[in-house]
């Protein structure tokens, strides 16, 4: 790897809740071979040579635990701040990154690189987060996919299929997702200025879109892991511990 030059600071989001695994506990902590889920993806950001800190996007209830259970008793030194999410993804991140633009606090990143990964999802690794960050620095924009292995159909509005799209075209996108600072904060904050964010940020499913949407910027996909899936429900922990 090329000498560090601009700073590189991880988002990881884990304010979810546990409504599609059907469970109190949300996803982010339930125990995955006795470790919470959150655990491994903060790990692999605790060992990588890419990321210099992190901020915990966390329910506010739950941040006296999650710093304390999890920061805490890990040792994950590059978390910096555990702070309160929105009540939608595309809030939870806003918050970050206007931590991240104040000047006078220690974990301030202007001009660096952000990278956004959901904290429910426990493969992220080294391999990933170096070919993330080789494609940032070539394109300000990218995020971790892989290409689709079935035929994607496109339906109408009463699930008749109306288009089949390219296969080799069709990418299954994941995170971390990765910017230059400056450019999706600029997104976010015009996303935010129209009504609130409200309605656009109803529709938005990932911080690519919000690039693409605000900016129109081309976000370079990088071929990541098939095993980099994101817990959502019950099947999805099976899955994750016969992986483990």
Not at 56 to 66: A, K, M
Not at 88 to 107: K, P
Request: proline share 3%.
């Amino acid at each position: 790897m090329e000498q560090k030059d601009k700073r590189r600071t991880a988002i990881v989001l884990a304010a979810g809740s546990g409504r599609r695994m059907k469970s109190s506990t949300a996803k982010q902590f339930m125990l995955l071979e006795g470790k919470p889920v959150i655990w491994y993806s903060l790990q692999a950001l605790e060992q990588s040579r890419v990321i210099d800190d992190c901020i915990l996007v966390t329910g506010e209830e739950d941040i006296p635990y999650v710093q304390q259970e999890i920061v805490n008793r890990y040792g994950f030194s590059k978390v910096r701040a555990v702070v309160p999410g929105g009540r939608e993804r595309y809030e939870s991140v806003y918050h970050a990154l206007r931590l991240m633009a104040v000047d006078d606090r220690w974990i301030s990143n202007r001009q660096g690189y952000v990278f956004i990964h959901d904290g429910a999802r426990p493969f992220l690794t080294e391999e990933i987060l170096e070919s993330v960050y080789g494609a940032v620095r070539l394109y300000g924009a990218c995020a971790a996919a892989v290409p689709v292995k079935d035929t994607v159909k496109i339906a109408d509005e009463k699930g008749f299929a109306v288009q089949t799209p390219d296969r080799k075209l069709v990418w299954a996108v994941q995170t971390p997702q990765v910017f230059d600072v400056s450019v999706i904060t600029r997104a976010y904050e015009m996303l935010f200025e129209k009504s609130g964010g409200r309605e656009e940020g109803a529709a938005v499913t990932d911080d690519a879109m919000v690039a693409e949407k605000m900016l129109g910027i081309s976000v370079k996909l990088v071929e990541a892991s098939y095993r980099n899936i994101k817990i959502t429900t019950p099947e999805d922990l099976k899955t994750e511990k016969s992986l483990l």
